[in-house]
């Protein structure tokens, strides 16, 4: 019964994001066009899920008052754990999105296709804004700084971190975001937690969207071959491994 309680009370929030992101989202539709292409949906999309922000603030606020913890502790993270935490994150969704590629996951995909082209079809000033800033934020926020906490309540660590990034995966709504952003929730919580705070697990997931934006505007990937890409993946595989066991010889900050 109590995990129960634990699992409703950690999937409200949720609730609350898209039961004011999504009125939010139709009402910009309405007013601004709802097309999928040109940069357009990006733009609303976000704001959309920045709206809910103040939402989600008073019940990271709450919680944060009830545990009897100071929300300005994440003010005392060194610059050497964010930059840590965003190349290591990094690394990482490059050789979760190259096994993707290599796995040909996207072609069992229905919605990529279409999702890719709304989110990579406007300007790259605007998708590093939107999709590199303000969405990893948003995302962050609510499922690491908000979710995973109010898993961690009532659930160990390896329970909250897997459940979170089911729920991070499953809200993406197509296989192939699913893989990857359950995935990489896997690697963005355990950050979260290690630093106990949501924000190295922001900059790794901006890093990430970042890349991404970077190799579908510059098509970095077109002239590559599959064995180069292998080997490739493999070389920053091995990169990725390193830098994730590497944060247990960095010391933590203290509770």
């Known amino acids: 019964m109590n995990a129960l309680k634990g699992f409703l009370r950690a999937i409200l929030p949720l609730l609350v994001f898209y039961a004011v992101s999504l009125p939010a989202l139709y009402i910009l539709n309405y007013f601004f066009g709802s097309a999928r292409d040109g940069g357009t949906y990006v733009i609303l999309q976000g704001i959309s899920s920045a709206v809910t922000l103040p939402f989600l603030f008073l019940m990271y606020r709450k919680d944060r008052v009830q545990r009897e913890a100071s929300p300005a502790c994440a003010a005392k993270m060194k610059a050497l754990h964010f930059a840590y935490a965003a190349i290591t994150i990094g690394v990482i969704s490059i050789v979760v999105n190259n096994l993707l590629g290599l796995l040909k996951v996207d072609e069992l995909s229905a919605?990529?296709?279409?999702?890719?082209?709304?989110?990579?079809?406007?300007?790259?000033?605007?998708?590093?804004?939107?999709?590199?800033?303000?969405?990893?934020?948003?995302?962050?926020?609510?499922y690491r700084?908000?979710?995973?906490?109010?898993?961690?309540?009532?659930?160990?660590?390896?329970?909250?971190?897997?459940m979170s990034a089911l729920l991070f995966g499953i809200f993406h709504f197509n296989l192939a975001q699913f893989l990857y952003a359950f995935l990489m929730g896997l690697f963005l919580a355990n950050f979260a937690q290690r630093y106990h705070s949501f924000l190295p697990a922001f900059l790794g997931h901006a890093t990430a969207n970042c890349i991404a934006i970077l190799r579908q505007e510059t098509a970095l990937d077109a002239n590559l071959t599959t064995q180069s890409t292998v080997i490739l993946t493999i070389g920053f595989a091995v990169a990725g491994i390193i830098l994730f066991f590497l944060q247990y010889k960095i010391k933590a900050l203290k509770e």
């Open 111 to 142: 919605g990529w296709e279409s999702a890719k082209v709304a989110f990579y079809g406007g300007s790259p000033v605007v998708e590093i804004l939107f999709l590199g800033i303000i969405v990893p934020f948003v995302e962050e926020f609510l």
């Open 145 to 162: 700084g908000v979710i995973y906490e109010r898993f961690r309540d009532y659930f160990p660590v390896v329970p909250s971190i897997v």
